[in-house]
């Protein structure tokens, strides 16, 4: 059996390591927050004390972090991952990270003799829960085989967008129109019942024409349309404003990095901040209806 | 067999009322372009010489017109359609106008003992020649019901959006977010080529992923991805970008005038009418690419 | 003594016909309020009970009124200025409406044998007390001349910006870029203020650098950095954010009709409009501010 | 006589140290281009042949860097200028870097026991050449005294900003607020322009009412407005567009790192890359009128 090594026990990776638990795989992890990692033991995974014990003898190890600094830390720090795990390791990051740090860590593994690949995700902690996320994966195909049986157990779709960085750029890209489709849907729903239009009558017309998109189909926006939806709960739970933030700065910054014009992009970004600003930060993204409403 | 008269024969109007014919009806035709009324004439429809001589037998009255003060004109002006129609006829407008005329010119032909739905199409010429427009209808449900027979012939799917005026707003609501998620997806795509991604393969990960959007499914703004759009044509034929300001146009006004907020929706009206002004405004409308793309 | 006419008495048609009273003249006045008319009979003036015994005797007839449609009605309107007023008569409309009707207006005035010039104002209510308006004129130069020693008697300084309807598009540019600026103003410093910067030295540094602007000089928008102005005292008084956003909305109609470019201005109209939609509507346009920072 | 090391001989240090030179200065020179040294060198300054030597001796020392990476590599890199310099110097960085960096390398500095203050300037290659550069200080006022008498040299104003980081604040906050007004001239006269005005009656008529700004005073955009800058050069000289982007992208930095709303801030900042994008990077920025004009 595969010998994995997980580190980063968040709200993501936590259900992504039971679900490897569930599949048969007996997971050696690791998080800086003691508590996670005695959780997991308790379903079985066998608890490490650090990066060095946690990756030592593993096969595969899978990082999910929450930021660049983190993922470079984890990887490039002294006496860290990259010191500690076995020469010809398939290494497998899964965090959502800037693809210029994602192609400089990879740089370095490749370098020391390690496989890598990035393979961030999409799907939220409840795609992580039902093991449906959707892979994102930037780097050689070879490596990308290794990695598919154990990415199955934790995703249903699995995507290779090209060279190392691909699947950070892909990742950015995708969440960049994903804003602006929630905001623009934001703002045609309002619009219309800004003059008289029932939401659900005109969430149908738009879901069936040209206007059709993803959060149309399963993410709609205005409180009352769908059921199940953060906007039918008061915006909680669901894929945070804080985050949509996060990935818009990255989007931000590649674009500026590679001199690409971004105008509803920009404004995206911009509209995000500011709703955070104004205390929506914890709040489900598809709350940007809020900000475009009358008060 | 319903006496039917059909108003303006451009480049939408002419088909529509040619598939009129093929279902077997005799349409009386009028625009003031002689050209267009022998053209269907010699297809069986039988020439009106003015508005008066079209309608004065109709049971229905279809009119295609491209702006608001055409379709006020036709309706309201001195000894128009209002004045000869006979009372008791049913009015369609499938012309794309403001839904503040479309409510004045329905009031009025209402007070008169008229019934008349607004039923503003979408679908481009492709979808008017082929018969399966999507009709976006505002008026009363009875109306509507009397309307169906006869829309069903130029169309595939008919929606009812509310009152009279509502099939323009939610027209008006859907161009808006289309527009917005065209210029996203170019922004998108863009952005992952200039990072060295395949627009291909990217495009096939936002199709699946959240970004998805009526764009990325049937109308890729990048060329080469996508055979038999415009996109893999320069940009020929399709939804030209004036008529794209114009909807944006409509739906500024009717966010100026209902106090709504459209962040995403006003820069995109600007951009477009900046990709107009560089000369593209007889270009298909995902040529927006091009305004994004480094020269 | 010139025979005067003034039409439109309202917060700023008030002020303006009493500083006409004040240093000498007997303006014949009308508006629909009779209040108004009421109050400035009691300084003097001769009140008219309508339109045509208001202008049949003048030499000069100035209107202030509200927008577009009131000056088209009281010009074109049936039985209104131009059937009543002597021929020859100077027409001078001290109104902010669209370049467009000004010069419809314009055009009809002068075919019938009246001079005419637009002559839009700005400096405010205060500004119309104190007679230091600014006239932003449009049409004849011997027109202008002739109405200058008038105008003198309201405001401080005259500007001929071109032919007829060049007032009303100079004022438009002039009001479109004040909103930009004061925006870019009010981010500039919260901007700073969010990184620990006293508001006071910042504006003192941005006034002497290359930011510097007219807000920053006379107008700034932060509460408590300049004594005596809307910002220091709650946003009250000052040039109301529904007057700016009915400016803005002229300034997107014209930019819209010439095919011109607005990206900024753009931006400023949905942001003014969005201010206005939270409430601010009868509040100073400097408090765009608490649009910007942080709740 | 103070003795001064200067480190950086760009367009702008070359001048800067030349003007110490004229005021009887003899500055120890250093810079990664060994002809600029001995440029100065000829002009009477003393060469370096290393930051070491620059900086052993010196009772100031100025720097004058490209960004933000240059700085932190110049005072913290290894065997660099915090291990060399004296104890007690007064450390000047007349570079525009980001604000957190300025934070970061003078924290180290007070530190290790010296003086430290951010100085960045505008006035550009011509404000340096005549010695009228201004300067914009963040740190303690005692130090701010200290480099008074040799910054009035190279400038003409001096203002304090307020703590360490604090100079490059303002000056970011300027700069945005620069482009903003820049941008919204350009509008502005295009504006104009495209319905008719006469560009200087129009600069004329903004630049005395509530439109003024720094631009239309001393760098109007429109090319033949003003005599003598960049827009009737064919946008030679000036303040390049690219700079103009990389100061955007420090106020976006500082922007998001703050939680700040900057709406038009950021939709300038996605002008300007755009517009550097198509070509204009090594143009001045009031060349942005070009990316607003029609073709």
């Known amino acids: 059996m595969t ?22 795989y007996q997971p050696v992890v690791y998080d800086i927050v003691p508590h996670t990692v005695e ?26 972090l929450p930021a660049s600094q983190h993922v470079k830390e984890l990887y490039l720090g002294d006496g860290q991952l990259l010191a500690h795990a ?24 490749l370098g020391r ?38 990415l199955s157990v934790m995703g249903q779709k699995i995507f290779h967008a090209g060279e ?13 129109l994903l804003a602006i489709q929630m905001t623009g849907t934001a703002e045609a729903l309002n619009l219309g019942v800004a003059n008289q239009l029932d939401p659900v009558a005109l969430s149908e017309i738009l879901k069936n024409s040209s206007g059709g998109n993803w959060t149309l189909n399963v993410y709609n926006p205005y409180p009352g349309v769908m059921e199940g939806v953060p906007a039918s709960n008061e915006y909680e739970g669901g894929f945070l404003v804080d985050l949509m933030v996060k990935d818009l700065g990255l989007a931000m910054e590649t674009a ?20 955070s600003t104004a205390g929506w930060g914890r709040k489900d993204f598809s709350s940007i209806l809020k900000a475009i409403e009358k008060e």
């Not at 010998?3 to 048969?24: H, Q």
């Open 3 to 24: 010998k994995i090594a997980f580190i980063g026990l968040g709200n993501m990776g936590t259900p992504m390591a039971a679900n490897l638990l569930k599949a048969g």
């Open 39 to 64: 959780q997991l033991a308790e379903q079985g995974a066998i608890p490490a004390a650090n990066v060095s014990e946690a990756v030592r003898d593993a096969d595969v190890v899978i990082s999910m």
């Open 86 to 109: 076995r020469k010809g390791a398939l290494l497998i990051d899964c965090s959502t990270i800037a693809p210029a740090t994602a192609k400089e860590v990879a740089t370095e593994a």
């Open 113 to 150: 003799g390690f496989e890598m690949i990035d393979a961030p995700v999409s799907g939220g902690v409840g795609g992580a829960v039902k093991g449906v996320l959707t892979f994102i994966v930037g780097g050689n195909a070879d490596s990308l085989e290794k990695a598919r049986p154990i």
């Open 164 to 176: 190392i960085g691909a699947g950070q750029t892909a990742k950015i890209c995708n969440n960049m």
């Open 256 to 275: 500026q990095a590679s001199e690409s014009r971004t105008p509803l992009g920009a404004l995206a970004e911009e509209l995000y901040r500011g709703h």
